[in-house]
């Protein structure tokens, strides 16, 4: 056990936190315009190196990037790969006695099916993101307006993305440092939410202390390197955060970049709605917002303004 490990054992500091993690690779947004110039930064790197890219919001900038399983667990432990099996096998299996539909084409393997009990409110080790990186902005601005929200970009090689519904787990024999993607749509699996949103799925097992990771620790006032225990409570898929600088060519994916975005959100809510047509930011062809992230009944019951008056007490007619 490192001297570090010891002292945080021993109640002597402070473990470190996403939040942390972030400081030293911050892009901070400070207004529509800058945003779109990153995405297309980014975008241009992605092309340049043939290099996939996926996206993704979250509400508040110090949240961990973290799978609802990983955050479920979290609480009680330190998730390590062989409890996530175990929990995995057992969703998988009582998946199967209760949902009848799992038992037909395309759910018969356990990547379909976890991908599909996700979608209905089932933690997974399945980490959700996009294409449209306007979609992980509208994520990033959906509510949460006391507070500034992130958005990540993962580059990852052409062939990490998973061809086909595999049979098995084959994300239990990668690297510690490999991620792969997966796109349900593309095996028959299109959920409205899904498609609305361009979602497709990261997948791999927790990480390791490798790559080299550091952060800031404040209890001995110097850069320190991450332990696993710390990796795993920040993220649950194993990336790198690139510099705040310019992106190397040489960096080996899969990296990420995080992009905080501390702008009014109402203003960006507006924006990717189309609620200002003179001065629109974001892609002028598309209208993004809790109506078309959300086409179901699912959407309707949570975000119907005439419902949620009713809900209320008040009668909107």
């Given at each position: 056990?490192?001297?570090?490990?010891?002292?945080?054992?021993?109640?002597?500091?402070?473990?470190?936190?996403?939040?942390?993690?972030?400081?030293?690779?911050?892009?901070?947004?400070?207004?529509?315009?800058?945003?779109?110039?990153h995405i297309d930064s980014i975008d241009a790197y992605a092309a340049r190196r043939n290099l996939s890219v996926f996206w993704r919001g979250q509400l508040d900038h110090?949240?961990?990037?973290?799978?609802?399983?990983?955050?479920?667990?979290?609480?009680?432990?330190?998730?390590?790969?062989?409890?996530?099996?175990?929990?995995?096998d057992r969703i998988v299996a009582d998946a199967g006695d209760w949902v009848s539909v799992l038992g037909n084409e395309p759910y018969r393997g356990p990547l379909a099916q976890l991908a599909y009990v996700q979608h209905h409110g089932v933690p997974t080790r399945l980490l959700d993101f996009t294409r449209n990186p306007w979609v992980a902005v509208f994520f990033a601005v959906e509510t949460g307006d006391d507070f500034d929200g992130r958005i990540f970009a993962i580059f990852v090689e052409r062939d990490a993305l998973i061809g086909g519904a595999p049979e098995g787990y084959p994300w239990r024999?990668?690297?510690?440092?490999?991620?792969?993607?997966?796109?349900?749509?593309?095996?028959?699996?299109?959920?409205?939410?899904?498609?609305?949103?361009?979602?497709?799925?990261?997948?791999?097992?927790?990480?390791?202390?490798?790559?080299?990771?550091?952060?800031?620790d404040s209890e001995i006032n110097s850069d320190r390197a991450l332990l696993a225990e710390e990796v795993r409570r920040i993220m649950s898929i194993p990336i790198k955060l690139t510099s705040t600088g310019p992106i190397s060519d040489r960096a080996v994916p899969p990296i990420a970049v995080?992009?905080?975005?501390?702008?009014?959100?109402?203003?960006?809510?507006?924006?990717?709605?189309?609620?200002?047509?003179?001065?629109?930011?974001?892609?002028?062809?598309?209208?993004?917002?809790?109506?078309?992230?959300?086409?179901?009944?699912?959407?309707?019951?949570?975000?119907?303004?005439?419902?949620?008056?009713?809900?209320?007490?008040?009668?909107?007619?």
């Open positions: 056990m490192s001297p570090v490990s010891r002292h945080l054992q021993k109640g002597g500091g402070v473990p470190i936190v996403a939040s942390d993690y972030y400081k030293a690779h911050d892009r901070i947004i400070t207004s529509l315009t800058e945003l779109r110039v110090r949240w961990g990037l973290t799978s609802s399983l990983v955050r479920r667990l979290s609480v009680a432990t330190v998730p390590d790969d062989s409890l996530l099996n175990r929990i995995e024999t990668y690297r510690t440092n490999e991620i792969k993607i997966w796109d349900p749509a593309a095996n028959g699996i299109e959920f409205p939410r899904l498609v609305a949103q361009s979602g497709v799925l990261a997948v791999g097992r927790l990480p390791s202390t490798q790559p080299h990771r550091t952060a800031w995080t992009l905080r975005i501390h702008i009014d959100k109402e203003s960006v809510r507006k924006d990717l709605a189309g609620g200002r047509p003179r001065r629109r930011i974001s892609p002028p062809t598309s209208v993004i917002s809790h109506k078309t992230m959300y086409p179901d009944v699912q959407g309707l019951t949570s975000h119907s303004q005439f419902l949620q008056g009713l809900e209320r007490g008040l009668l909107l007619v």
